[in-house]
């Protein structure tokens, strides 16, 4: 006869390990996204932009600008990173009143978007974006 108890033991490990998981992985998120905002804030350009997706850090270059010249002139802003939200490879964190998206980029994250206004019923208006 064959017992609920390794079926049960075996749930509730899978459960815990789940919850932990997604509680360590949440904390990352949040000190990656805290070390970009910091980056800013210090105006240290070029570590900003080393947490960007290279497109992101692409597509704020122009006319001879670099990355780490143009994303000092955002109005990008500073403070506690609030509410996470995930989904699979990406993330939408709150910071103040705007929002910073992250996507996965091999066993990290980067930023993919930054300095985002929510807009109702529309999608946030992004300084900064892939």
């Known amino acids: 006869m064959m017992s609920i108890a390794p079926l049960a ?71 506690e990173v609030g509410r996470v939200e995930r989904w699979g490879d990406n993330v939408r964190l709150h910071v103040g009143d705007q929002h910073v998206f992250l996507s996965r980029w091999g066993k990290t994250w980067r930023v993919a978007a930054a300095g985002c206004k929510p807009r109702p019923h529309q999608p946030d208006d992004c300084e900064v974006e892939a």
């Not at 804030?41 to 070029?46: E, K, L, P």
């Open 9 to 79: 033991l075996t749930t509730a490990l899978a459960v815990t390990c789940l919850s932990g998981c997604a509680s360590s992985d949440t904390e990352r998120l949040r000190v990656e996204t805290t070390a970009f905002i910091h980056a800013v804030g210090q105006r240290d350009g070029a570590r900003a932009c080393g947490y960007l997706l290279p497109q992101a850090a692409r597509n704020l270059e122009s006319s001879g600008s670099t990355c780490a010249e143009e994303i000092l002139k955002l109005d990008l802003t500073q403070g």
